[in-house]
């Protein structure tokens, strides 16, 4: 953006811009701005080098860290899609603000310790690079075991000399650097002379213990030296460091780091588990074994974690219970507990929220959102039949019925004998025809196409009117619909879950209309009981919970509503650790191949044995309006009126047809001669 800038106004100017700014897309065109000179490398050469590098030493893990802005973090894209080229793993990619202080420096710094001795890429400013080489210097980064890559942005050495120098070079010792280079020449020697004598510049910034390694070449291989057309020699790589000088690695040491992630921690991750009160298919731990359906997906996550991170995560589960086997305190205070890092992390029950993340970090949820609402199913409403549809609906469709019959009356009866007769029978036929299409029962033989066209639309209506009315009506007789704000109706709620209690609060519920319960079998007792005989209506509660119970009593209760009001369950890890985003792509794995949805069905279907794998609990089941139809009558309607307007219009311009052709003289004539003949036969 800056060099955009630069450009535009050198252009303007007619002054020449030369930036030293490494293009992190295509260099800018010569056309838009003839003014702006790029002698920096594009970073594909650069990338190239350090993913050569790497696997010159054949090292397969390395982390990245890098400044957290934008002119970075697209250097990031570029080197993670080159190692990637190479079969090279990134194990985790850190940033860091230039703004963030020492402390901010030291935590992140100690997140990557956890990886072990391994492989680093620094991309940022060299102001941050000098006090992140120093934070590591201190926390023992710095030592045998570790290897540490800096970028040629990195390694801007006027910077790192112009401050602290001997403190940040000391920190520095045993890091490869990258540099751009340019092949010596007389009049680059003659130029750097005069810079060097201009702005009194050391002879030579190699002198202050930086030492050429070698050279990368465009091909992405590296070699110790390079050598001319000339020598017509190709260049070739070392079986062993790549062409590379003798290195002096971290701590001293001449021996080539690993560069493996051995270990996520150095001691066993404390994983807390709390008792779900009531729903032990979630989780039942007693202080020998912890069992449940959030134990069985946690051990699927860090299988799947561990293949990715090419290590064994070594872990305990710790109830989170008292001498008695109740919970030691609430969920909310598990995630303090650690916060304060007695744990390094729960598994269970636990509902991510917007609070409990500024204390803890959360995995992605591994259960369904929300909060749902169950009831007991109606079928007990001896007029349930007329509500699949409203009153103004059953008058309109009866309305239409006699119109569509009166229509098919007038069109027929002057041609068909069967709509004759006396007038009783002619309107039974108007009722009949129009209603026996509701079964399809009409035998009567329509004679006039102006009757079957009415005919064929009116059935297509019959059809979808029919089609949606059964669909409905077997909602209603599943699912049962409640007023759950009505001052009549108690609801129900799990006493242990404080999410549960919050959400209910938000829907307007008097606290004298909310009863607790503990378990599924309180849920069913209440249910059946209702709000008139000391139970309740309706009990509201998070969406996992409510699978568990439609497993027990899918056959009586239906679940009748949900709203993605909470999150739903995840695990829950001690902040910055390097954990989490390996558990959170495990659990999208886990939900990607179906491997979730069968635990869940494992869990919670265990104890039904009469509910379906195809149940769907629906939301609220509404009856249907004349609004949804309005169209389809509306053509039925035109339909009809259409056929009539044609016939009669046809019959009305053969009857002028007549009149226009009469002939008064013909006919009196004709009644002449009518005359002559009878008096003639007469006489």
């Known amino acids: 953006m800056e060099t955009k800038f630069l450009g535009e106004l050198g252009d303007k100017a007619k002054i020449p811009i030369i930036s030293f700014s490494t293009p992190s897309t295509s260099p800018f065109s010569n056309k838009l701005y003839p003014y702006l000179v790029q002698i920096a490398q594009d970073e594909t050469s650069q990338v190239a080098a350090i993913a050569a590098i790497v696997e010159a030493f054949k090292w397969k893990n390395v982390i990245t860290i890098h400044e957290d802005s934008d002119e970075w973090r697209v250097f990031i894209l570029h080197l993670v899609e080159s190692l990637q080229d190479k079969n090279i793993h990134i194990a985790y990619k850190s940033s860091l603000a230039v703004s963030s202080a020492d402390n901010q420096i030291n935590e992140e710094l100690n997140k990557l310790m956890a990886f072990g001795p391994t492989v680093f890429i620094v991309h940022m400013s060299p102001i941050l690079a000098s006090r992140l080489f120093m934070s590591a210097k201190k926390l023992g980064m710095m030592k045998k075991g570790y290897a540490w890559i800096l970028t040629v942005n990195s390694m801007n050495m006027n910077h790192l000399h112009s401050t602290r120098s001997f403190e940040v070079m000391d920190s520095m010792q045993g890091v490869i650097g990258l540099k751009s280079y340019v092949p010596p020449s007389k009049e680059l020697h003659n130029f750097t002379s005069r810079w060097r004598k201009k702005?009194?510049?050391?002879?030579?910034?190699?002198?202050?213990?930086?030492?050429?390694?070698?050279?990368?070449?465009?091909?992405?291989?590296?070699?110790?030296?390079?050598?001319?057309?000339?020598?017509?020699?190709?260049?070739?790589?070392?079986?062993?460091?790549?062409?590379?000088?003798?290195?002096?690695?971290?701590?001293?040491?001449?021996?080539?780091?690993?560069?493996?992630?051995?270990?996520?921690?150095?001691?066993?991750?404390?994983?807390?588990?709390?008792?779900?009160?009531?729903?032990?298919?979630?989780?039942?731990?007693?202080?020998?074994?912890?069992?449940?359906?959030?134990?069985?997906?946690?051990?699927?996550?860090?299988?799947?974690?561990?293949?990715?991170?090419e290590l064994e995560v070594d872990y305990e589960f710790m109830p989170f219970l008292n001498a008695t086997g109740q919970n030691i305190g609430t969920y909310s205070e598990l995630i303090d507990e650690i916060y304060l890092k007695k744990y390094d992390g729960a598994v269970g029950d636990i509902t991510m929220t917007a609070n409990r993340s500024l204390y803890v970090d959360f995995t992605i949820p591994y259960t369904d959102l929300g909060v749902g609402t169950i009831a007991p199913k109606n079928n007990k409403n001896m007029w349930i039949f007329l509500k699949p549809l409203t009153g103004d609906l059953w008058l309109s469709s009866a309305g239409l019925f006699i119109f569509t019959g009166?229509?098919?009356?007038?069109?027929?009866?002057?041609?068909?004998?069967?709509?004759?007769g006396p007038i009783s029978h002619q309107i039974g036929m108007i009722f009949w025809f129009s209603f026996s299409t509701l079964a399809f029962a009409h035998k009567e033989k329509l004679l006039s196409n102006f009757s079957r066209f009415v005919v064929i639309v009116w059935v297509f209506v019959v059809l979808i009117l029919t089609s949606s009315y059964t669909a409905t009506l077997t909602s209603m007789i599943t699912v049962q619909q409640i007023q759950l704000n009505s001052k009549e109706n108690y609801i129900g709620y799990q006493t242990d879950s404080s999410?549960?209690?919050?959400?209910?609060?938000?829907?307007?519920?008097?606290?004298?209309?909310?009863?607790?319960?503990?378990?599924?079998?309180?849920?069913?007792?209440?249910?059946?009981?209702?709000?008139?005989?000391?139970?309740?209506?309706?009990?509201?509660?998070?969406?996992?919970?409510?699978?568990?119970?439609?497993?027990?009593?899918?056959?009586?209760?239906?679940?009748?509503?949900?709203?993605?009001?909470?999150?739903?369950?995840?695990?829950?890890?001690?902040?910055?650790?390097?954990?989490?985003?390996?558990?959170?792509?495990?659990?999208?794995?886990?939900?990607?191949?179906?491997?979730?949805?069968?635990?869940?069905?494992e869990?919670?279907?265990?104890?039904?044995?009469?509910?379906?794998?195809?149940?769907?609990?629906?939301?609220?089941?509404?009856?249907?309006?004349?609004?949804?139809?309005?169209?389809?009558?509306?053509?039925?309607?035109?339909?009809?009126?259409?056929?009539?307007?044609?016939?009669?219009?046809?019959?009305?311009?053969?009857?002028?047809?007549?009149?226009?052709?009469?002939?008064?003289?013909?006919?009196?004539?004709?009644?002449?001669?009518?005359?002559?003949?009878?008096?003639?036969?007469?006489?």
């Not at 510049?201 to 001319?228: H, Q, R």
């Not at 066993?268 to 979630?282: C, D, H, Q, T």
């Not at 009166?406 to 004759?420: D, G, H, K």
């Not at 558990?583 to 794995?589: D, N, Y």
């Open 199 to 309: 702005f009194l510049l050391e002879t030579d910034m190699e002198e202050k213990g930086n030492e050429e390694l070698g050279f990368g070449l465009p091909e992405g291989k590296i070699a110790g030296e390079l050598y001319s057309s000339i020598h017509g020699r190709e260049l070739s790589l070392s079986n062993t460091s790549g062409g590379l000088e003798d290195i002096i690695w971290p701590g001293g040491s001449a021996t080539i780091p690993k560069g493996s992630v051995t270990k996520m921690s150095i001691r066993k991750l404390r994983i807390a588990v709390p008792r779900s009160v009531g729903f032990p298919e979630l989780v039942n731990v007693d202080r020998r074994s912890a069992t449940g359906f959030c134990i069985d997906v946690f051990k699927a996550a860090i299988e799947k974690a561990e293949l990715e991170l």
């Open 499 to 601: 999410i549960t209690r919050g959400v209910i609060s938000n829907l307007n519920f008097t606290n004298s209309n909310l009863r607790p319960f503990c378990s599924p079998e309180e849920y069913a007792n209440a249910l059946s009981r209702g709000s008139k005989k000391g139970g309740v209506s309706a009990i509201i509660d998070e969406i996992p919970y409510i699978k568990i119970f439609l497993a027990k009593y899918s056959a009586d209760y239906a679940m009748i509503g949900s709203t993605s009001t909470t999150n739903g369950f995840a695990f829950a890890f001690r902040k910055g650790s390097p954990l989490v985003p390996y558990m959170s792509r495990a659990i999208a794995k886990l939900r990607e191949n179906g491997k979730l949805m069968k635990l869940e069905h």
């Open 603 to 683: 869990w919670f279907k265990r104890q039904s044995t009469f509910a379906s794998e195809d149940d769907d609990p629906s939301s609220v089941v509404k009856p249907l309006t004349l609004d949804s139809f309005r169209g389809l009558f509306l053509i039925s309607g035109v339909s009809s009126a259409l056929a009539l307007a044609v016939l009669y219009s046809f019959k009305l311009y053969k009857n002028w047809h007549f009149v226009k052709n009469f002939n008064l003289r013909d006919i009196m004539w004709g009644r002449i001669k009518f005359l002559k003949e009878y008096l003639s036969i007469n006489n």
């Open 406 to 420: 009166i229509v098919i009356w007038l069109i027929e009866r002057p041609i068909n004998n069967e709509f004759q």
